[in-house]
């Protein structure tokens, strides 16, 4: 006997196209124009928090960074869909989302000068600390969504993985155990078609991303990563279900992966400027102009406060004293003797003595 014992597909979702228009049968109710003007506010707020960093990187002034110029919808559109609660478990470019969920200016800047202090504060605003080993943050997402499934809570657990993150291991067990479990975990693929120079397509043979999900038996969905309300849409929809869930927000890396890396030794100028047609924040922009919400007098008096803020949390960071005991600290929840004779070599105190 021979049937077809699977049959499968993989929705793509696109409501902002790049000129602004939206597709209106589409548009979640609940987003006012205000909601917009404020997701706006927050990619353009983004841009320019990336742009001062990689700034005072070249400067001396911080240390190697990761930008994420051109990712901004990826990661607005999804801090607008969780609630306060829900625990956000990033990688290393999620400076977008940080921001939005009110991490102070400051730590962002204490953390790229190297310093453990900016990475805890980020306890204040529901988020794992930066995972720079790729995907090993999968597991631990996982095991919250588990914990928070076990003690009878009801936040989601919302994690973010590069497209090359998807080859790893890591990644398939966590979806995998979400999926057995049925666990309110939401992985965010920001797919933006490298990871350092290797690009999407040397990653896997799949013709999606979001299609990893199917053998896990969760749902998935690819959608325009450049458009923040798609973007939204999904996280939202994911979110709400309490079901784990993947999904592929296709986007592009306009900048490089980190302020160490050249990207025009391995991609092409007419590849970066087919990606800057699709800006995520150029056709929010257009959509609100055409609506009569945005000008170029609001345009440049956010800004300045924008960077007003910028600028002071700068200076805090720039006359910040870290205390050289906090990268021991931090390590383990309970300091284990090793790291305390280290620790007690390095600068002089011992947590056992
Ligand atoms: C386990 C592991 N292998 C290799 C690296 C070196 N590395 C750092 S980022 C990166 C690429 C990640 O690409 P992707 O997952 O697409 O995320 P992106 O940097 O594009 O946001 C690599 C290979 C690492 N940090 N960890
Ligand atoms: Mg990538």
Redesign the pocket.
């Known amino acids: 006997m021979q049937k077809q014992v699977f049959e499968g597909y993989v929705e793509y979702l696109q409501i902002m196209d790049e000129d602004g228009n939206i597709d209106e049968k589409l548009m979640p109710a609940e987003l006012s124009d205000e909601k917009i003007i404020d997701m706006y506010k927050y990619m353009l707020f983004a841009r320019n928090l990336d742009a001062k960093t990689l700034s005072l990187q070249r400067q001396g002034r911080v240390y190697t960074f990761?930008p994420l110029l051109g990712?901004e919808a990826t990661q607005i559109g999804v801090a607008f869909a969780m609630k306060k609660d829900d625990i956000l478990v990033p990688?290393?470019?999620q400076h977008g989302i940080f921001l939005a969920r009110g991490l102070p200016l400051a730590s962002h800047f204490i953390y790229w000068k190297g310093y453990e202090e900016g990475n805890i504060t980020l306890k204040g605003i529901n988020s794992t600390p930066f995972a720079?080993?790729?995907?090993?943050q999968m597991p631990h997402a996982a095991g919250i969504a588990f914990g928070q499934k076990y003690q009878g809570k009801n936040a989601s657990v919302v994690a973010y993985?590069?497209?090359?993150?998807?080859s790893?291991g890591d990644f398939y067990e966590s979806i995998n155990f979400a999926g057995v479990y049925k666990l309110s975990l939401v992985t965010i693929i920001?797919?933006?078609?490298?990871?350092?120079s290797?690009p999407r397509s040397g990653?896997t043979a799949a013709q999606t991303l979001a299609q990893k999900a199917v053998a896990a038996g969760i749902d998935c969905i690819q959608v325009d990563g450049n458009d923040v309300i798609a973007v939204y849409k999904a996280a939202s929809d994911a979110i709400k279900s309490r079901n784990p869930a993947l999904i592929e927000c296709v986007t592009y890396?306009l900048g490089m992966?980190?302020t160490s890396d050249d990207p025009t030794k391995y991609r092409t100028d007419e590849e970066v400027k087919k990606w800057e047609q699709k800006d995520p924040i150029k056709r929010v922009k257009a959509y609100l102009e055409k609506k009569n919400l945005w000008n170029d007098k609001l345009e440049s008096d956010e800004i300045q406060s924008q960077m007003d803020r910028i600028n002071k949390a700068v200076e805090e960071a720039e006359s910040f004293k870290p205390d050289p005991v906090s990268m021991f600290k931090n390590v383990y929840s309970f300091m284990p003797e090793i790291i305390s004779e280290e620790m007690e070599s390095a600068v002089g105190a011992n947590f056992w003595l």
């Not at 993985?161 to 998807?166: A, E, L, S």
């Not at 920001?190 to 350092?196: M, S, T, Y």
């Open positions: 990761a990712e990688s290393f470019r720079v080993p790729v995907s090993t993985i590069g497209d090359g993150g998807t790893e920001e797919n933006n078609q490298w990871a350092i290797m990653q890396r992966h980190t």
